[in-house]
């Protein structure tokens, strides 16, 4: 599965911005999905993922405790298409965001266990 983010740019503390994530082909909705960003000089970190349809594991969300309450993930299988809904932005959130892809029975919050990824998209929060 190829995946192209989209959504990044320049806002100012607590604004909005929504990421998307869309991918080709017609087994999208066989894989979980996940968010990640890496801010410059930093490691990539585990934002947020959701559950693929079907299985024990299907439509869950998870999020990491810095995002949790204000960031939302979700999925629309039919437009193939994964978001990262962004509230009450914060400085600390700039960041490029990079989407993925995981072929696997359960989410996961390690970047390994993502076989596919997107080529990020740069989020800019000024104070």
């Known amino acids: 599965v190829q995946l192209q983010a989209s959504g990044g740019g320049l806002v100012q503390a607590g604004d909005s911005l929504r990421l998307s994530c869309a991918a080709s082909?017609?087994?999208?909705?066989?894989?979980?999905m996940g968010w990640f960003r890496q801010a410059p000089g930093r490691e990539r970190e585990y934002v947020a993922s959701?559950?693929?349809?079907?299985?024990?594991?299907?439509?869950?969300?998870n999020y990491s405790d810095s995002v949790k309450g204000r960031f939302t993930i979700s999925r629309d299988n039919a437009a193939n298409t994964a978001y990262l809904q962004m509230n009450n932005l914060k400085p600390e959130d700039t960041a490029v965001y990079y989407c993925?892809?995981?072929?696997?029975?359960?989410?996961?919050?390690?970047?390994?266990?993502?076989?596919?990824w997107g080529q990020g998209t740069l989020v800019t929060v000024s104070s």
């Open positions: 993925a892809a995981r072929a696997g029975v359960s989410l996961s919050a390690s970047a390994r266990g993502y076989q596919f």
């Open positions: 082909g017609r087994t999208f909705n066989t894989y979980h």
């Open positions: 959701i559950g693929r349809v079907g299985g024990w594991s299907g439509g869950r969300a």
